[in-house]
């Protein structure tokens, strides 16, 4: 595969423009169920009509790595503008939030959905003792069903903003479909892994503009750090494990 450059290099993966379309090739030994399942992910959620990248087609690589072509979206990330121009982060967190709130405003009924995929991961976690996954999962169980459209990995670095001023989602591999302030929760503890101080605009803000109660966010707190324990992701362990020890925010 002749490429032009590499965009991104994540964990378990590297993004490169090849012409007009980027291609994400995984690791080796990355499951190609989970390359699939991603790419009809993003498939499904083209079809809402938000804006994100056309999928155009799954291969592998003549080195045998399964890979996903997609759209190229040339641009700066919203994370980069950010931080290229603070003194209009509030300005660039209300794009932000609108742009969530179009995501949650769908519906793509064979998305998988979010309180299955919760559960499965509370009751696999090693890293959880008997007591606190029972009572996750009747946390999880307790909270309201929904069916709309979440990215669970919404942040300033998947969002593209072309030379135009346009906004592209990028990265639908955890799609599913379930409780918007879920979905919040999840975003606000990004922020928090990085910047308390724009993980508190960002609450702020989400509840603003959504008319969501913070208390009702916070709910889902617990069961989104739990979920996010099993990756064993190297300086984030304190802090999941802080949020998890916290029976009602106040």
Known sequence: MKTDKILSTRTHKII???????VKVFDKN???????????????????GLPIPKVHGVSVTEDGNWCIITDYIEGKTLEEIMAEDPANVEKYMRDFVALQLEVHSKKCPKLNKLKD???????ESKELNATTRYELHTRLSSMPKHNKVLHGDFNPSNIMVDARGRYYILDWSHATQGNASADAATTYLLFSLKDQKLADLYLDTFCEMSDTAKQYVQRWMPITAASRLNKKLPGERALLESWLDVVEYE
């Open 30 to 48: 990355y499951p190609k169920a989970d390359v699939l399942n991603e790419a009809l992910n993003q498939a499904r959620v083209e079809e809402t």
């Open 16 to 22: 490169y423009q090849v012409g007009d379309t980027a």
């Open 117 to 123: 995929k919760w559960n499965g991961k509370i009751s």
